[in-house]
């Protein structure tokens, strides 16, 4: 593999920006014009060509899945192993300098990783602890002000009161949950970012070790980097000017969480030798998609500007459908998925992207149903399940006591009698003297400050946790997951548990024991962590990852935030509704109003051949009846470039002039749309729409008790009504 093969498979940019000698590089570029693909290459070019060791590479991704394609195409490329490369998320990376420097980075060596539900227990415990008013000081928020401190490097002690009562409770709890935090040996999202800065901030060695080591430096997905991120590239980088950063300022769509677009133009700054190269062919989507992608971001205003072009032909329109209702919506939606599939289409090749997580139920069930193989990514995962949590907890203790979040998730579970004046007792203990809830307890026990039976439910925990380290200890990875399951309890509990939501939780569980067997434990790259360190990690990082059978051809379910970066055959964007896209705190602020049209953007540009954009016109969401407006998102895309399904029962317009080729409307000879019929089961309903002709006419009708349903006309017993 020479320096042609390299780079033969791009284009001229693309090429110049591969080939570039080392030196800081921004290649700003709108969606899919092989930015992704220009790092790869990159990579590899400083492998063959400069003759660096994967060691000498570093390379930060937006998610695990796309670190792991970056590996395997690099790999594939120049056909060697490039294990060693320093590939993944920040997160991912952060931590895993905090593990191998678990010492200087102040931190004890069974730091656990918490997600941001047990940061949210932690918080809530403190407030109360405090004796702070909840209502006044939401848990929430408090939560959001940590960490939104931590994403711009501020500690509470570098805080100072401003008078203000509010800020100083707030700072108060933050000061009080990094004490806490310190004592547990717990680590949240944004504290790994933190303190990953930190740990090479303040050890010159360290950080000189690192620079020399990490000789380049690429970063993908640049415009969504937060300050503290951006601070820790400009710590190994800087001087050297060997960061190589690709992004879209177009696709920034994590400031809500503290990502700053503003980066790009401090990069220019901080690096001044710095090459840009701009990028404007795209080769992903097809005529239409683009056109409708670069009209509607148009509409945002400070870009930095960039327009797409593409050698594709203008493709399909895309389609827009009005359900009645987010049941019609899911309905439409699988049912052209089946279309495709039926077509000889990959299900793979499919994604339904939404605004929010909650939307995602609806077509669960309708995938379900239909018996669609689906996957979800996000929203309530695999490693977000209450029972998957519960078993976590009992590992994470029998590897950590000392982890008071975990201590507090499975103290009581299954119920052994501890009750909640003991609990508080407990915590107050804790906190007075700086304890773990574990030193705590066994504080307490020591004093005889509890009645005997209490004493008694206590005693009987510690030995539990105790005692599962002991029997586990020698076994295989998932023979210690399915010990700890049995014999915490947690299985017993949940086959109680009536009717099928016990059932499925212990078929959660035992997939836990499946998830920890197929573990892929790279000792190599393990830094000092067992393998169960390794695992609960992954859990923590990467929750949602092993759901579903990854090798099985599924639909992909995911929000719109999610689908950065990816690309599909097939997509469709649910949910196109004033309120939930754009969401309604964006719809009177105009900066996050700018944002939710990016993320629109990210939505249209991930589809490559056909993309659906549908809404509901009532909607049943978090429990609530709406009747939305379509989403302004839709009237910004030019209307040449849409296609209306239109299929609703009182349609008030000529119903011959919205026709599509793909879906027949209006009058099949026999029934009309809006017709009432009755079929001899299923009772009275209202013709929706028809497919298909001869033998093959289909009719889809809403029954009103019934619900939707599809009819083949050749065996259909309809009458007119
Ligand atoms: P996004 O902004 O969405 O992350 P991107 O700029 O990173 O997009 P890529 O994912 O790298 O774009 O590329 C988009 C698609 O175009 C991919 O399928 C990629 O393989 C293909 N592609 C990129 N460059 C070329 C090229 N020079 N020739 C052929 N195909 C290309
Ligand atoms: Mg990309």
Same mark, same amino acid.
């Given at each position: 593999?020479d320096?042609?093969?390299?780079?033969?498979?791009?284009?001229?940019?693309?090429?110049?920006?591969?080939?570039?000698?080392?030196?800081?590089?921004?290649?700003?570029?709108?969606?899919?014009?092989?930015?992704?693909?220009?790092?790869v290459?990159?990579?590899?070019?400083?492998?063959?060509?400069?003759?660096?060791?994967p060691?000498?590479?570093?390379?930060?991704?937006?998610?695990?899945?796309?670190?792991?394609?970056?590996?395997?195409?690099?790999?594939?490329?120049?056909?060697?192993?490039?294990?060693?490369?320093?590939?993944?998320?920040? =997160?991912?990376?952060?931590?895993?300098?905090?593990?191998?420097?678990?010492?200087?980075?102040?931190?004890?060596?069974?730091?656990?990783?918490?997600d941001?539900?047990?940061?949210?227990?932690?918080?809530?415990?403190?407030?109360?602890?405090?004796?702070i008013?909840?209502?006044?000081?939401?848990?929430?928020?408090?939560?959001?002000?940590?960490?939104?401190?931590?994403?711009?490097?501020?500690?509470?002690r570098?805080?100072?009161?401003?008078?203000?009562?509010?800020?100083?409770?707030?700072?108060?709890?933050?000061?009080?949950?990094?004490?806490?935090?310190?004592?547990?040996?717990?680590?949240?999202?944004?504290?790994?970012?933190?303190?990953? =800065?930190?740990?090479?901030?303040?050890?010159?060695?360290?950080?000189?070790?690192?620079?020399?080591?990490?000789?380049?430096? =690429?970063?993908?997905?640049?415009?969504?980097?937060?300050?503290?991120?951006?601070?820790?590239?400009?710590?190994?980088?800087?001087?050297?000017?060997?960061?190589?950063?690709?992004?879209?300022?177009?696709?920034?769509?994590?400031?809500?969480?503290?990502?700053?677009?503003?980066?790009?133009?401090?990069?220019?700054?901080?690096?001044?030798?710095?090459?840009?190269?701009?990028?404007?062919?795209?080769?992903?989507?097809?005529?239409?998609?683009?056109?409708?992608?670069?009209?509607l971001?148009?509409?945002?205003?400070?870009?930095?500007?960039?327009?797409l072009?593409?050698?594709?032909?203008?493709?399909?329109?895309?389609?827009?459908?009005?359900?009645?209702?987010?049941?019609?919506?899911?309905?439409f939606?699988?049912e052209?998925?089946?279309?495709?599939?039926?077509?000889?289409?990959?299900?793979?090749?499919?994604?339904?992207?939404?605004?929010?997580?909650a939307?995602?139920?609806?077509?669960?069930?309708?995938?379900?149903?239909?018996?669609?193989?689906?996957?979800?990514?996000?929203?309530?995962?695999?490693?977000?399940?209450?029972?998957?949590?519960?078993?976590?907890?009992?590992?994470?203790?029998?590897?950590?006591?000392?982890?008071?979040?975990?201590?507090?998730?499975?103290?009581?579970?299954?119920?052994?009698?501890?009750?909640?004046?003991?609990?508080?007792?407990?915590?107050?203990?804790?906190?007075?003297?700086?304890?773990?809830?574990?030193?705590?307890?066994?504080?307490?026990?020591?004093?005889?400050?509890?009645?005997?039976?209490?004493?008694?439910?206590?005693?009987?925990?510690?030995?539990?946790?105790?005692?599962?380290?002991?029997?586990?200890?020698?076994?295989?990875?998932?023979?210690?997951?399915?010990?700890?399951?049995?014999?915490?309890?947690?299985?017993?509990?949940?086959?109680?548990?009536?009717?099928?939501?016990?059932?499925?939780?212990?078929?959660?569980?035992?997939?836990?024991?499946?998830?920890?067997k197929?573990?892929?434990?790279?000792?190599?790259?393990?830094?000092?962590?067992?393998?169960?360190?390794?695992?609960?990690? =992954?859990?923590?990082?990467?929750?949602?990852?092993?759901?579903?059978?990854?090798?099985?051809?599924?639909?992909?379910?995911?929000t719109?935030?999610?689908?950065?970066?990816?690309?599909?055959?097939?997509?469709?964007?649910?949910?196109?509704?004033?309120?939930?896209?754009?969401?309604?705190?964006?719809?009177?602020?105009?900066?996050?109003?700018?944002?939710?049209?990016?993320?629109?953007?990210?939505?249209?540009?991930?589809?490559?051949?056909?993309?659906?954009?549908?809404?509901?016109?009532?909607?049943?969401?978090?429990?609530?009846?709406?009747?939305?407006?379509?989403?302004?998102?839709?009237?910004?895309?030019?209307?040449?470039?849409?296609?209306?399904?239109?299929?609703?029962?009182?349609?008030?317009?000529?119903?011959?002039?919205?026709?599509?080729?793909?879906?027949?409307?209006?009058?099949?000879?026999?029934?009309?749309?809006?017709?009432?019929?009755?079929?001899?089961?299923?009772?009275?309903?209202?013709?929706?729409?028809?497919?298909?002709?001869?033998e093959?006419?289909?009719?889809?009708?809403?029954?009103?008790?019934?619900?939707?349903?599809?009819?083949?006309?050749?065996?259909?017993?309809?009458?007119?009504?």
């Amino acid at each position: 593999m020479d320096a042609s093969s390299i780079i033969s498979p791009l284009n001229d940019a693309q090429r110049l920006a591969v080939s570039a000698p080392s030196q800081a590089m921004l290649v700003l570029a709108g969606a899919g014009s092989g930015k992704t693909r220009v790092l790869v290459h990159r990579i590899a070019w400083h492998l063959r060509i400069n003759r660096l060791s994967p060691q000498n590479i570093l390379a930060v991704t937006f998610t695990n899945k796309a670190a792991r394609e970056m590996r395997n195409r690099v790999e594939d490329l120049l056909n060697i192993s490039a294990r060693s490369m320093w590939i993944g998320t920040f =997160h991912g990376l952060a931590h895993r300098l905090l593990r191998q420097h678990a010492k200087q980075a102040k931190l004890p060596e069974t730091f656990q990783v918490m997600d941001s539900d047990d940061q949210l227990r932690i918080v809530k415990r403190l407030l109360k602890a405090m004796n702070i008013d909840d209502t006044k000081w939401p848990p929430k928020q408090v939560q959001w002000f940590i960490n939104a401190q931590k994403e711009e490097g501020i500690r509470a002690r570098h805080m100072a009161d401003n008078g203000d009562f509010f800020h100083r409770q707030m700072l108060a709890v933050y000061k009080a949950y990094e004490e806490l935090c310190d004592r547990s040996g717990l680590v949240d999202f944004a504290e790994l970012l933190l303190r990953a =800065h930190e740990l090479l901030r303040d050890n010159d060695d360290l950080l000189n070790f690192y620079r020399q080591r990490f000789q380049q430096v =690429h970063v993908d997905e640049f415009q969504d980097t937060n300050t503290i991120q951006y601070a820790w590239l400009r710590l190994l980088t800087e001087g050297n000017d060997n960061l190589f950063v690709v992004g879209d300022d177009d696709q920034s769509i994590y400031g809500w969480r503290g990502a700053k677009i503003e980066n790009i133009f401090s990069f220019q700054r901080h690096y001044p030798g710095h090459q840009v190269v701009r990028l404007e062919q795209n080769y992903r989507s097809s005529g239409h998609i683009l056109k409708a992608a670069n009209i509607l971001i148009a509409n945002n205003d400070s870009r930095m500007g960039k327009e797409l072009w593409t050698e594709a032909g203008e493709g399909e329109l895309l389609s827009l459908y009005a359900a009645f209702n987010e049941q019609d919506e899911a309905y439409f939606v699988v049912e052209k998925i089946r279309q495709w599939v039926r077509d000889g289409g990959l299900r793979s090749d499919v994604a339904i992207l939404y605004r929010s997580n909650a939307q995602s139920r609806q077509f669960e069930e309708r995938l379900m149903t239909t018996g669609t193989p689906y996957r979800v990514y996000g929203g309530l995962r695999f490693f977000e399940r209450m029972e998957i949590k519960n078993a976590l907890a009992y590992l994470r203790l029998s590897a950590n006591p000392h982890d008071d979040a975990s201590f507090e998730r499975v103290v009581n579970t299954p119920t052994r009698g501890i009750g909640a004046k003991t609990l508080d007792d407990m915590r107050i203990l804790a906190r007075e003297q700086a304890l773990s809830l574990w030193q705590a307890s066994i504080a307490m026990l020591d004093q005889n400050r509890l009645p005997a039976r209490a004493a008694t439910a206590l005693r009987g925990f510690l030995n539990l946790i105790v005692q599962l380290g002991k029997d586990t200890e020698g076994f295989a990875l998932y023979e210690t997951v399915k010990h700890v399951v049995e014999a915490s309890g947690l299985i017993d509990l949940y086959k109680k548990e009536k009717q099928d939501k016990g059932e499925t939780r212990v078929e959660n569980l035992e997939e836990l024991v499946n998830a920890a067997k197929l573990f892929d434990y790279d000792s190599e790259n393990a830094e000092n962590m067992s393998e169960l360190d390794l695992f609960l990690t =992954h859990a923590a990082l990467e929750a949602g990852e092993m759901q579903a059978d990854s090798d099985e051809d599924c639909v992909q379910l995911m929000t719109l935030h999610s689908a950065k970066g990816l690309e599909f055959k097939l997509v469709f964007m649910v949910g196109m509704e004033e309120g939930l896209f754009p969401s309604q705190q964006a719809t009177d602020d105009p900066g996050r109003l700018q944002e939710e049209r990016r993320l629109c953007y990210v939505g249209i540009t991930r589809a490559m051949q056909q993309l659906y954009l549908t809404y509901a016109e009532s909607r049943r969401l978090y429990g609530k009846d709406s009747y939305p407006r379509p989403s302004r998102f839709l009237k910004e895309i030019p209307a040449e470039a849409i296609h209306e399904i239109r299929m609703r029962a009182n349609v008030s317009r000529p119903v011959a002039s919205v026709g599509t080729p793909t879906t027949k409307l209006g009058s099949t000879g026999k029934y009309r749309l809006g017709q009432s019929v009755r079929h001899e089961k299923f009772g009275e309903g209202v013709v929706l729409q028809t497919e298909g002709e001869g033998e093959q006419e289909r009719v889809q009708i809403n029954f009103r008790n019934a619900g939707i349903k599809w009819l083949m006309l050749a065996y259909a017993k309809l009458d007119t009504v």
